[in-house]
């Protein structure tokens, strides 16, 4: 099964984005897979019942679930199995998570991603199936959450064939919030000097607000310029990933901004090998940087527009772009 990108993003002047593309990984989410257009009421959440867990039983450990016995609930059952003490998710939030989901009454795992890497999307309405969104606001980051998910704010009453799920299945999900990010988000990594003259000095500040870019009255770089502004410990971003991100991009000459997600109230996420193919540059730059850093990005016309800027974005031919990017996450 083909996975779907559900991360909301912004997309003016562009940059194109992955909201609703497939990567073709067949082991993807089945927690992610397209819920319905009209979403149900608000369930009534209870407390059970719930099957055991019974191995994989600390936070970050693959869980064993044990078959549910007798009828599930037909409300929404919600269990907080270990109390985690970051702050709650709230709604809109993306929430980075690994999790294990099987079917109440056969326990077949249809799947997981503790065997692959953890899973980013947002707790929006109609980005995931609303039995995740209600049953996981409010949660704190830390926490490991299990839940029995109806039909209703499940997949409903066609089900999902692929996964295996029929439209009467009840769902079971074992869940280990590990992070989550909004709008007010931004990178946390290690301060690195910049001491070049002949290049912009971006802000450090952490505070989700939109980092000052001072740009030199010199001429730009002929070349890529990549530099950590802010250098996180998170794993290199590759090419065959997607971003989660704050960024701006500016022209150098004049340092107008032509595109920004800082205060704009979203997010932007975008498919490395596909911004390849609208500013290469950005691209580039963008792969082998740790995800929680503050990325400075100098794009020479070559890389970046060329002589053919999108229409109505007001950028000049030939123009040098230069992007500050907070990775928030990869995926």
């Known amino acids: 099964m083909r996975r779907r990108s559900l991360l909301l993003a912004a997309v ?19 927690a992610s897979a397209s819920p319905s257009a009209s979403s149900p009421p608000p369930p009534k959440i209870v407390d059970g019942p719930l099957p055991a867990i019974t191995a994989g039983t600390k936070f970050g450990e693959k869980p064993t679930v044990a078959k549910g016995t007798g009828e599930p609930s037909k409300d929404l059952a919600v269990k907080t199995v270990i109390a985690g003490n970051g702050r709650p998710v709230a709604e809109n939030d993306f929430i980075k998570a690994n999790y294990l989901g099987q079917i109440w009454s056969s326990g077949k795992v249809f799947d997981n991603s503790y065997d692959r890497s953890p899973l980013v999307l947002q707790l929006a309405q109609g980005s995931i199936i609303d039995g995740w969104r209600y049953a996981l606001t409010g949660k704190k980051l830390g926490s490991r959450v299990e839940i029995a998910v109806p039909p209703t704010w499940g997949y409903g009453p066609s089900g999902n064939e692929q996964a295996g799920i029929k439209g009467t299945d009840t769902l ?7 992070d989550s990010y909004n709008t007010k988000s931004s990178a946390k990594g290690k301060e690195v000097p910049q001491t070049d003259p002949a290049l912009p000095k971006v802000a450090t500040n952490t505070d989700g607000s939109q980092p000052k870019v001072t ?50 109230g979203r997010l932007s996420q975008f498919s490395v090998e596909q911004m390849e193919q609208v500013v290469k540059g950005l691209a580039q730059g ?10 400075l990005i100098v794009v020479p016309p070559d890389l970046g527009y060329g002589d053919n800027p999108p229409s109505g974005s007001g950028i000049k031919k030939g123009a040098t772009l230069v992007f500050t990017v907070d990775i928030l996450a990869a995926m």
Not at 172 to 178: E, H, K, N, S, T
Not at 219 to 237: A, F, H, M, Q, T
Request: aromatic residues 6%; hydrophobic residues 30%.
């Open 12 to 30: 003016p002047a562009g940059l194109v984005t992955l909201a609703g593309c497939g990567d073709g990984d067949s082991k993807s989410s089945k």
């Open 172 to 178: 079971v999900f074992v869940i280990d919030l590990l």
């Open 215 to 264: 740009l030199p009255k010199s001429d730009p770089p002929k070349k890529l310029v990549s530099n950590y502004v802010l250098e996180g410990d998170g794993d290199e971003v590759t090419r065959k990933q997607a971003v989660l991100c704050q960024f701006q991009g500016l022209e150098w000459q004049g340092g107008r901004t032509f595109q920004k997600t800082y205060g704009s």
């Open 286 to 295: 963008i792969t082998g940087k740790k995800v929680g850093s503050r990325v």
